[in-house]
């Protein structure tokens, strides 16, 4: 064997990337696994555009059947994204025996189960490491070097848009849809940015995060997901006022026989480590009974970084073909027959410290009627910020409780805002702060 055959479906951002990888870096790749890797075909719609990286002749097509039934093709990169094409090209490239990489954590995160299944009828492997974190090689590690672990608990930020957001944010004030455009300009962001923004790519990582640990398949409608559109700069101030970060946490625990999967803001201490990842930078933190907490840090989107863990998992495959064996091992990390349906604990049920901030009219009894419906609800408060009177006679109140149950937060505010005090609708921020 003197070379392996790669095809790539979609020339977009990543697509780029590897491009410009596998060119720039060829030697060393051959190198290391004493074979080269060639890159045979490209498909994409677009074959016109100019994207400042070399491509041999004939290389380029619109039809991406050429790149799935190519006979010189052992490894098929799949970057198109999205659900319904990524799917079907996917599908028939193993059924035409070719190995997958792909960094489509949606598809995945949705349609795991069945491509995983294909995989495993033809003999073909399925490898995903830029789903999850860009760069860094947080699912390799789970799957080998901490495997004989049970995992307790999965924290990230897994969003590199959303973080990067947040940050220019807090450190400069920015507003939120400039950043975001910056965001976009750098290929950070999905292809719908809503995905960043609201929480579902997160939400995507999580999911492929916690069937990792845990061990479970998941019901990816149930896990619990807020984006960060709602925080305001305000916010933003009186966390760093109370000693904190905001940042959008995905967070899986496993609690007896059921896990919790929820991505949301949260508030986390400034002296802990995950409040120092900022801008496109992700973290991983991950406890496991031996190993006890493994932190991952890099950059957890962009072109360079996502190619580099693309081509890592072709170099990977390529490793196997050389010696003649495929699909070492289960994509998932455990034995397909031995997954399990651990349910996702509802939201209403998880506890956690609250940050609470309400916008009332500056009058007697206000503080009273809120303390009142907190208090009734089981709710204990921690500390209070009342700031000075804003224009119209509104004052921000901020809460910080003590551990409470969701549901007893979510009854206080219902009743709390049906308040004729009450000028807009109170906010929640949950806090993670007990981290062992
Ligand atoms: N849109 C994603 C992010 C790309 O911003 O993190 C990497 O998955």
């Known amino acids: 064997m003197k070379e392996i055959g790669v095809g790539l479906l979609g020339f977009g951002t990543i697509g780029t990337g590897v491009v410009k990888l596998l060119g720039r870096n060829a030697a060393l790749i051959e190198e290391k696994l004493g074979v080269g890797l060639r890159l045979k075909k490209i498909a994409d719609l677009d074959i016109t555009t ?4 070399t491509v041999g002749p004939g290389v380029l097509t619109r039809n991406a059947e050429e790149v799935i039934s190519d006979p010189g093709i052992s490894v098929v990169i799949e970057l198109i994204g999205g659900y319904k094409i990524a799917r079907e090209l996917i599908l028939k490239a193993i059924e035409n025996g070719k190995h997958i990489v792909t960094a489509n954590k949606a598809l995945l995160a949705v349609h795991g189960e069945e491509i995983y299944a294909a995989a495993a009828r033809k003999g073909v492997e399925v490898r995903y ?3 999850v974190g860009g760069g860094i090689p947080v699912l390799s590690a789970i799957k080998g070097n901490m495997a004989a672990n049970h995992f307790g608990t999965v924290l990230g930020i897994l969003n590199g848009t959303c973080n990067y957001i947040l940050t220019k944010m807090t450190r400069e004030g920015a507003d939120f849809s400039a950043v975001l455009k910056t965001a976009q300009e750098l290929g950070y962001a999905e292809a719908d940015p809503t995905f ?10 999580l999911a492929i995060l916690v069937t990792l640990c845990f061990g479970t398949r998941v019901a990816f409608d149930n896990i619990y997901t807020e984006g960060i559109s709602a925080i305001s700069a305000m916010d933003i101030n009186y966390a760093k006022e109370f000693g904190f970060k905001i940042k959008l946490l995905a967070i899986g625990k496993l609690d007896g026989d059921r896990v919790e999967a929820r991505v949301h803001p949260t508030m986390i201490p400034l002296d802990y480590p995950m409040a120092d990842v900022d801008g496109v930078f992700n973290a991983i933190r991950l406890t496991g009974d031996f190993v006890d907490t493994v932190m991952f840090y890099g950059r957890g989107a962009g072109m360079d970084p996502t190619a580099s863990a693309i081509v890592g998992d072709v170099m990977a495959i390529a490793r196997n073909l050389m010696v003649g064996v495929g699909r070492r091992s289960a994509p998932l990390g455990y034995l397909d027959h031995k997954l399990k349906n651990l349910d996702i604990k509802p939201i209403g049920e998880i506890v956690s410290k609250y940050y609470l901030r309400f916008s009332a009219l500056d ?5 009273a009627r809120i303390a009142g419906a907190l208090g009734k609800n089981d709710i204990s408060i921690e500390s209070m910020i009342q700031s000075a ?3 119209g006679e509104t004052v921000p109140i901020v809460i910080m409780t003590h551990e409470a149950r969701e549901s007893n937060i979510r009854r206080a505010l219902d009743e709390i805002d049906s308040c004729d005090f009450i000028t807009e609708h109170s906010k929640l921020i949950r806090i993670e702060d007990a981290l062992q």
């Open 50 to 53: 100019d994207r400042g990286v």
């Open 129 to 131: 490491e830029a789903a």
């Open 196 to 205: 960043d923004v609201e929480g579902v790519d997160t939400a995507h990582k």
């Open 363 to 367: 009058k007697p009894g206000v503080l």
């Open 389 to 391: 009177r804003m224009a």
